[in-house]
């Protein structure tokens, strides 16, 4: 505990940009930088790195996490029904309003919706997401959550950064050989980057989202087992995070981080989740769909693009879905 101690006081950003602040590190993308971004598309490829929201995700591990649940309120079955029963349907309002934009009228449509919790499938961590000590980013108070949402660092305010920036993507796949994804057990560590940095000639810049390929989404895809555990960032990657001063991190598995406790810090729960949310101000992008930006990076040899990845902007929620693009 005291290593994990001396980091968090090594890499907490409260008050560097204001007392008020709830952005945290995507202060790190200035205009300058959204420009950067744009410059890096050349061929004008775009890969989608958001996984399916549906009944086939990665959820039912956890009993408070379920598969998206979607449904539809309206569909063509209705249109004949409602033309012939509701306008005398009285006591079915619902069937009434309907009926009304139908009757008389060649115009029909289908409506849907779905329920779902916010972090199911690709997503980003809000910075209230994960806290300790009752405080979050900046010092705000844990109970600045409540049941209305984040009243602090809710995943709404960070739209006025997109989020979009120079993106980068560290293959860990390619550089340990593996055939699809990188087994548990062998968790990523600070110098494992550097060498993965240095072997496809990239730069980490300030402002950048650096986005990490372990290969379990595509696992995933083939298996269905979102249970699966596969290897993260070891929890000391939030110092080479901080020291490259990156803007977000984003990772084609569950948690960014090492799952295996063991792994991890005594007595603590996700520790780089700790750090990177609460004494960073770092947002965490979980299962990302990352299996044809790396093809493609392999291909030509380009690891750099413009990351697209606005999270939907639910008011004061403490994570969001999000189908991120990267142009090439
Ligand atoms: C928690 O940290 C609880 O979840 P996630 O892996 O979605 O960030």
Known sequence: MNDFRRVADDVRNWGRWGDDDELGTLNFITADKVAEAAATVKKGTVISLGGDFG????????????NPVHVMTVDGGDAQTLVEYAPGWARNSVAQELSSFFVDNPFRFNDDMIVMPLQAATQWDALSHVYYEDK???GFPADSVTSFGAYHCGIDKVDVKGITSRGVLLDVVAHRGAEVFCEPGN????AELDDIVAEQGIEI???DVVVVHTGWWTRFLSTGDGQE????LDW???SWLHDHEVAAVAADNLMVEDPDPANGVEGTFLPMHMLCLRDMGLMLGEYWDLGALAADCAADGVYEFQLIAPPLKVVGAVGAPVSPIAIK
């Open 55 to 66: 009944a086939n995700g990665p959820q039912g591990a956890f009993k408070f996490r379920q």
């Open 136 to 138: 979050l980013y900046n």
């Open 187 to 190: 968790p990523i560590t600070p």
């Open 205 to 207: 810049r300030r402002g």
């Open 229 to 232: 555990a596969g290897s993260g």
């Open 236 to 238: 000391t990657c939030a």
